[in-house]
């Protein structure tokens, strides 16, 4: 019986010393986005990867991450409250996904506030960009990991060249169905009309509407060059992609995971930055994209003229529909704006 006992014992001491033994299971980070897995075309793939590369070195595989690309985890809405509810972990946003959850994100697609690459980074890796991820976690229980702007909005149409808010009276402009961007192209004179991406070809080589508005890469990939003669470089809104992380998750990290997460998140976001520059500027964006349309760059007087009349009709948007507090943080944008724009100046 003694010895029976004896080798049970010693059977369980080889047990608890081999599980003893066995190193921790790996942390896992489900990171998802809509678009296709291509790092080198697509601004959100490349952050995933380099995020990817960099936090499992940091971390020495402590944190796997997994990437979901191409909407595999749901729709905008659906991924989002799998972050919220911490089933995914990680989500890289567009401002029509963050903005059921928070509306006030929509300030961001003020129109004609700025049409610089450069103030739009200034802008969220300042003091406007902390305040405003501070709010967003205070107000979703959601934090944000960095946010990527992205290329501006620019004017195409089958009609004529758009030089001036004159020129879009009576055009058929299609929109997302976006109330701020109904609204934008209504209060220009044009007719706004919502259809969705998927239809956008046929309806503009079918004349259903006349023209659209949408980032350099976007006309691109849609070859929507192709079904359109005039492209106006208006530079009206600011894209934008908001990535955010669970915020439970994420606190209950290690101080130093959280600081590989970080600073794995900020080398990722700057090569989000860049791909979306570069797809731009090379034979996938404008050069391409010139050879196949005619291309006017409004003159600052032009210019103007949109800001004159969009703006004012923004803000009143805006508070109808986000109210006080909408209009206190359309005036804290648009003097953050001012502020580095001011500071550009002086810096000459």
């Known amino acids: 019986m003694y010895r029976k006992k004896s080798i049970v014992l010693f059977l369980v001491f080889c047990l608890l010393i081999s599980l003893i033994a066995l190193p921790a299971a790996a942390k896992v980070l489900k990171l998802a986005h809509l678009n296709p897995q291509k790092p080198f075309d697509i601004a959100t793939a490349a952050v995933s990867a380099v995020f990817k590369t960099e936090l499992e070195a940091r971390t020495g595989g402590d944190i796997k991450v997994e990437i979901y690309p191409s909407g595999t985890l749901g729709n ?173 998750w994420f606190s209950s990290l290690k101080a130093e995971e959280k600081a590989a997460v970080q600073g794995a998140a900020e080398a990722a976001v700057i090569a989000g930055r860049g791909i979306d520059r570069l797809v731009t500027a090379t034979e996938k964006g404008l050069p391409a994209l010139a050879a196949e349309m005619e291309i006017y760059t409004p003159t600052s007087e032009e210019l103007e003229q949109f800001r004159a009349i969009a703006i004012p009709a923004a803000k009143k948007f805006f508070a109808q529909t986000l109210g006080q507090e909408g209009t206190r943080w359309v005036e804290k944008y648009l003097n953050a704006v001012g502020e580095i724009k001011k500071a550009t100046m002086s810096n000459q």
Not at 79 to 99: D, L, P
Not at 172 to 186: E, G, I, S, V
Not at 207 to 234: A, F, M, R, W
């Open 76 to 248: 905008e809405r659906e991924t989002m409250e799998q972050v919220k509810a911490g089933i995914t972990q990680s989500y890289i946003a567009s401002v029509g996904g963050i903005a059921p959850f928070y509306p006030l994100i929509d300030i961001t697609s003020l129109p004609f506030a700025y049409s610089s690459y450069e103030i739009g980074c200034e802008l969220y890796d300042g003091p406007f960009g902390q305040e405003l991820a501070q709010d967003i976690r205070a107000k979703t229980g959601i934090r944000v990991l960095g946010f990527i702007p992205q290329g501006f909005f620019q004017f195409t149409n089958s009609k004529r060249l758009v030089k001036s808010p004159a020129d879009m009276k009576g055009l058929k402009m299609r929109t997302m169905n976006n109330p701020l961007h109904m609204d934008f192209m209504n209060s220009l004179g044009a007719a706004a009309t919502p259809v969705a991406w998927a239809e956008i070809y046929t309806a503009l080589q079918t004349g259903v509407v006349d023209g659209q508005h949408n980032p350099i890469t976007v006309i691109n990939l849609g070859k929507i060059y192709e079904v359109q003669k005039y492209l106006t470089l208006s530079n009206h809104m600011a894209g934008l992609y908001v990535w955010v992380i669970n915020d439970r």
